[in-house]
């Protein structure tokens, strides 16, 4: 079951049927999807996926998934799965655009990385970041992940693929 997590100025709770238009809205937009590598999807599936993760995702406990909160605002999307790309789990955020610069994301990925160690065990955890995304991957050597190798697309872009010993998160 996925707990409810709360940094110093976020709560990362498990999504609600009404959290449904705030998370299609924000897998659509243009800036997230740019900086997360994901093309534009049409919204109906989007939604599908959403009602995917409260009818199967959380039932059966496949991996945790939660809506960020601040200021009781949904500000972003959080995830910790196990990854296809290496044998480990990935964190994956995704914050609204008017959200981004204040630290919130490192306030996330720190969050998401105590829960990786204090209530799944894991000893470390993988990122996957668009070569072009100065922002996350400064972020991400200040928080210190290390680089493991470039992933390229069929389409030719890049993204790094970063990894971080959760006893040894900055």
Known sequence: ?????????LEFTPY??????????????????RWMGQDEVPEEDLRKAFRAILTDIYPQGLFDV???WHEGRYVGHAEVKKTGNVDGHELITALAPGHWGKGLG???VRTLLRHAADNLGLKEAYGMVGAENAASLAMAERLGFRH?????GDDGSVTK????STTEEA
């Open 1 to 9: 079951m996925t707990p409810t997590l709360h940094s110093e100025r």
């Open 16 to 33: 609600r049927s009404e959290d449904e238009d705030a998370f299609v809205a924000l897998l659509r937009d243009e800036e997230v999807r």
């Open 66 to 68: 939660w809506g960020l």
């Open 106 to 108: 490192t306030e996330v």
């Open 148 to 152: 493991v190798r470039d992933v390229v």
């Open 161 to 164: 693929m970063v990894v971080i």
